[in-house]
């Protein structure tokens, strides 16, 4: 059965040579890059293949189609890349991988019954498939950074969008150009287009697995986008390549803090400081730490330590204002606005400070010196989040153990953004679709029930994990980044049909599909469960998004929306700093009442689903609604959730203090210490929400 008929583009993308080799010459690659390159270099830009290009297949051999086709799929030339498989399926029947892959790429373009078709034939190349091995760029490690020196001088002066074009026509001819892949990876992370980078990272570590340089570059994405479970093994890997390489053991001992591995991290933490303790990073890295498992007179020493050797860095401000005690003294208040009065802190460190100022002000009670600097905080960090967008780049986030936001596609800082998601799955998830075409998977023998602790930050999440964890059968992790991940598979799952499918997709998954999305899951979940409880606690608190997807995938999961009032929990958000969402506070208003219409419209197409905490009912009773939350959850009730605050456990957001105390309520109402700046912000929720 032959597919090359169902081509999505006429042109076949081939290179000039069959070979499978992979010049390491620098003049030879010179040759590739420029001297044959011409007008066609230009053609080859971001999702767009020429139909200029009229070269040859047929003295193409399979193995060589097969590469190609992985290589320019990796590139995000889908439509070259099925005709790359396609043509080498017809070439060579009996190539299982061409077959799966392009079967892939067919979903991607919609084509579900050719896809279907391709998976049989994959099924039936069975014992022949051996027969075809994967390619491999065998270069050394000392030839690969030769090649990548050279690509660099010849690449020298180019604008990027040029580098990265010359640079994909190399790949054209050369599908197994590993410095090739890790230099044009680079480019896509700068150009914004993280994904693709991802890929063709991918795709070099398969071909040349021992390539330190791209699992280096890789590493750092995955630990970007929160993925570290999927980071630990890489990071692993790259300290024993090179045990006493410093950078690479902090990035491990990062990673292994982020999956509960707290014992193995510390170790590689006190060790780091042995060596050089004169590294200011280093201190503030152990000063995370340490208040993650609320040791916080160690905390405090470190940051201490930090600051003596920089006393410049924001972060350590940032965190010193954090804890509770009042630990920003007279002294660091006037060091904050020295440094701040100056021009020589980059833009994250500014807000930082302007942050640590704010809190350390309000401490004091001078509120509107304290709003000041909250305000001028917010307004820089949106302009640099903004900023950072535009050119592609990032810098560290402050809370990167927990709150690096990813809202799933949707700019953190954009109401209408938010506003269009929420519209977007009041449509899908509609009381007529729930009726007629939304059924939830079917139970699986599988006991794990994971419960969802949604909402705003800063509105009791914490506390209520806290008291759920405290509890015999229930674990309390972390927030799991994995939610994100499933709406990220499915908005892309259509992704040469339309960029972003996700939620009208789901209208399109029978109930066998929906289970293996909640299967994987729970699968994605164990690395970071450490005690084998079936319950366990995801409070990411941008689930509130994906209630209804929840539901489906997941029937016997639990959600629990935690809710405080509109003005404690707006104000709140505004003066803490949360790595990519900063809204003033017209925006927060809004924001607030986008998430109110969405849990609203929850609880009309599935009542009784998401059971409701008020914050303020929290602490003035506590008892009774700890008993509500458990029966809503179906666990017996037990004297150790009243006594949440000795439950040991890392906890590792800003509330972790807050959660080692017994319930206290000065911090109700707070907020009116700034009511009379927070004009915008009540006329922003006495507004009907824009979806």
């Known amino acids: ?29 010179g040759l590739n890059l420029l001297g044959d390159a011409g007008g066609f270099a230009h053609a080859v830009s971001r999702n767009q293949v020429s139909a200029s290009l009229q070269l040859q297949t047929k003295a193409a051999s399979p193995e060589h189609l097969y590469e190609l086709g992985l290589t320019t799929a990796a590139m995000g030339f889908h439509t070259a890349s099925i005709e790359a498989l396609g043509d080498c399926t017809v070439k060579a029947p009996s190539h299982g991988a061409a077959w799966r892959k392009l079967a892939e790429l067919l979903r991607l373009a919609g084509d579900d019954s050719r896809a279907n078709a391709a998976d049989i034939m994959a099924e039936r190349a069975g014992v022949g498939a051996a027969k075809w091995k994967p390619g491999r760029d065998e270069r050394t490690a000392g030839r690969l950074e030769k090649a990548e020196l050279g690509l660099r001088e010849i690449l020298a002066g180019k604008t990027t969008e040029d580098a990265m074009v010359a640079l994909r026509h190399r790949l054209l001819e050369e599908p197994l150009d590993a410095a090739a892949m890790r230099l044009l990876a680079q480019m896509e992370a700068v150009s914004g287009d993280e994904i693709t980078c991802m890929r063709v990272q991918e795709r070099a570590l398969d071909i040349c697995p021992d390539y330190v340089g791209v699992r280096q570059d890789y590493t750092e994405v995955l630990v970007h986008r929160l993925a570290f479970p999927s980071a630990a093994p890489h990071t692993a890997r790259l300290v024993a390549s090179e045990p006493d390489n410093a950078v690479y053991r902090e990035r491990h001992a990062h990673v292994l803090m982020n999956i509960g591995e707290i014992d193995a991290a510390l170790e590689i933490q006190n060790g780091l400081l042995r060596e050089d303790p004169g590294e200011a990073r280093y201190w503030l890295a152990y000063a995370r730490a340490m208040h993650f498992v609320h040791r916080q007179d160690e905390c405090v020493q470190a940051v201490r330590q930090c600051l003596a050797l920089r006393p410049e860095m924001g972060e350590a401000y940032f965190l010193l204002s954090n804890l509770k005690g009042k630990h920003c003294n007279d002294a660091d208040i006037a060091a904050i606005r020295t440094h701040l009065a100056g021009n020589t802190l980059r833009p994250n460190g500014r807000v930082q400070m302007l942050f640590a100022l704010g809190q350390a002000l309000e401490q004091r009670g001078e509120f509107a010196a304290g709003f000041a600097a909250y305000d001028e905080g917010v307004r820089l960090a949106i302009v640099n989040s903004r900023r950072r967008e535009e050119l592609g780049g990032d810098e560290p986030a402050v809370w990167a153990d927990d709150q690096q936001i990813q809202l799933d596609g949707l700019d953190a800082n954009d109401v209408s953004d938010v506003a269009g998601a929420v519209r977007r799955r009041k449509t899908v998830f509609s009381p007529e679709n729930f009726r007629t075409r939304l059924v939830p998977a079917f139970r699986t023998a599988n006991s794990d029930t994971p419960i969802f602790i949604v909402g705003l930050p800063r509105a009791g999440s914490t506390l209520t994990e806290q008291i759920l964890a405290s509890h015999s059968q229930v674990e309390g992790t972390r927030e799991l980044p994995l939610m994100g991940d499933i709406t990220r598979d499915l908005a892309m799952s259509r992704l040469l049909v339309t960029p972003d499918v996700y939620p009208e997709c789901v209208l399109d998954l ?9 299967e994987h899951f729970i699968e994605r979940s164990r690395p970071y469960r450490k005690t084998g409880r079936t ?51 017209d925006g927060l208003g809004r924001y607030y009442n986008n998430y109110v219409s969405l849990m609203e419209h929850w609880e009309s197409v599935l009542p009784g689903r998401v059971h409701f905490v008020q914050y303020e009912q929290l602490v003035e009773n506590t008892e009774d609604e700890i008993r509500r939350m458990l029966d809503y959850c179906g666990l017996p009730f037990e004297e150790e959730c009243l006594r949440f605050w000795e439950t040991d456990r890392a906890v590792a957001t800003p509330s972790a203090q807050q959660v080692r105390r017994p319930i206290y309520r000065d911090a109700l109402q707070q907020w009116r210490n700034f009511e009379p700046w927070l004009g915008p912000l009540k006329e922003a929720l006495a507004r009907p929400a824009d979806a």
């Open 1 to 29: 059965m032959s597919l090359s008929k169902a081509r999505v583009v006429p042109t076949a993308l081939l290179a000039k040579r069959d070979g499978r080799r992979a010049p390491d010459e620098n003049r030879e690659i």
């Open 510 to 518: 029978n109930r066998k599909q929906l289970a293996a999305i909640g």
């Open 535 to 585: 319950w366990f606690i995801d409070k990411r608190p941008w689930n509130w998004l994906e209630v209804g997807l929840i539901y489906l995938i997941l029937p016997q999961a639990k959600i629990i929306d935690v809710r405080r009032e509109p003005m404690a929990a707006c104000f709140a958000n505004f003066k803490q700093l949360i790595t990519k969402f900063h809204h003033d506070l």
